[in-house]
């Protein structure tokens, strides 16, 4: 990745479903205004993504709060409607807000972009975790390979922070 420790996330649009299932778009910058944790994912309905990165941190969200960290956003190359279905199988409800990046736009932004074509899967970003307040980057941890979810997993990130 390009973004490190100390930098500022960049300005970029993500889409969402809002409440009535229509499209919306949101600045990342104004999702992060507060404490938040920023979970990159390479795609919704993926194996690592589905059984522990995601699942990690709707299991540790009591914790999060107490750490006061007001917000999880999960980001993934996928489109809204993917992003909230994902949620919705995941039991996320409220306790995550599933963006999608499904021009790829944000995931670029920060260097994330990894060529997963290889396995039917296109341009994706890297697993990553992050934390940021007001916009700027606390920590950051990255998997070396998006199979992988170690560094990124709430049990060990949260731990750090």
């Known amino acids: 990745m390009k973004i490190k420790a100390g930098d500022r996330l960049p300005s970029s649009e993500l889409f969402y479903l809002d409440q009535n299932n229509e499209v919306k778009t ?20 993926t194996k690592t993504c589905s059984t522990l990165h995601l699942p990690g941190y709707i299991r540790n969200y009591e914790l999060i ?3 006061g960290i007001s917000k999880i956003v999960c980001i993934a190359v996928n489109d809204p409607n993917v992003m909230k279905a994902w949620g919705e199988n995941q039991n996320a409800g409220t306790k995550i807000f599933m963006a999608g ?11 994330a ?3 997963k074509s290889e396995k039917g899967l296109g341009i994706r970003s890297n697993r990553y975790t992050m934390f940021v307040e007001n916009g700027e980057i606390k920590k950051l941890e990255e998997e070396k390979e998006t199979a992988t979810c170690e560094l990124s997993a709430a049990e060990n990130f949260l731990k750090t922070i």
């Open 101 to 111: 990046d499904p021009f790829i736009k944000f995931t670029k932004a920060i260097g």
């Open 113 to 115: 972009e990894v060529d």
């Open 65 to 67: 709060l107490k750490k």
């Open 26 to 45: 949101i600045d990342i910058l104004d999702l992060c205004k507060k404490k938040t944790i920023i979970l990159g994912m390479p795609g919704a309905f």
